[in-house]
């Protein structure tokens, strides 16, 4: 029983006839399917990430990575991951802090990071010369 009325269509299984609620009807999910995915992907719409050293907080880095989650455990595994190995001695990857990046600021990404295991972001147009 449907009692808000949104149970519009009927369909023919071999038991008989059977409601469909209205987002449950394949025509329904077509014609909608696109703006309602655009809507939910923007609110489910994964951060950018900054690893740092703890200790200094005012570190500042164009690097990022993405997840709706920090992507890397602190320490080992993110130093791994995002090849830290030259910067070692500045960012050991012992913080970690969602980055709020505007709809206008240009990202580059995400790519492979060389030598490690995720992927990376860049703030600006273009990737740094390395």
């Given at each position: ?26 025509i ?25 050293p ?15 989650e ?18 070692m ?5 012992t ?11 240009p990202?580059?990404g ?11 972001y ?9």
């Open positions: 029983m449907d009692p808000w009325g949104l149970c519009k269509y009927e369909v023919c299984e071999e038991e008989g006839l059977e409601e469909i609620p209205l987002w449950e009807d394949p329904f999910l077509t014609l909608a399917g696109g703006p309602v995915r655009s809507i939910i992907s923007w609110i489910k719409k994964a951060s950018y990430w900054q690893y740092y703890a200790d200094n907080p005012a570190y500042e880095s164009r690097w990022l990575t993405r997840g709706s920090p992507p890397h455990a602190l320490g080992e595994d993110a130093y791994k991951a995002l090849n830290l190995k030259e910067s001695g500045k960012n050991p990857a913080g970690v802090r969602k980055v709020d990046v505007k709809p206008w600021e990202i580059r995400p790519r492979k990071v060389s030598g490690g295991t995720g992927k990376e860049y703030r600006g147009w273009r990737w740094p010369k390395e």
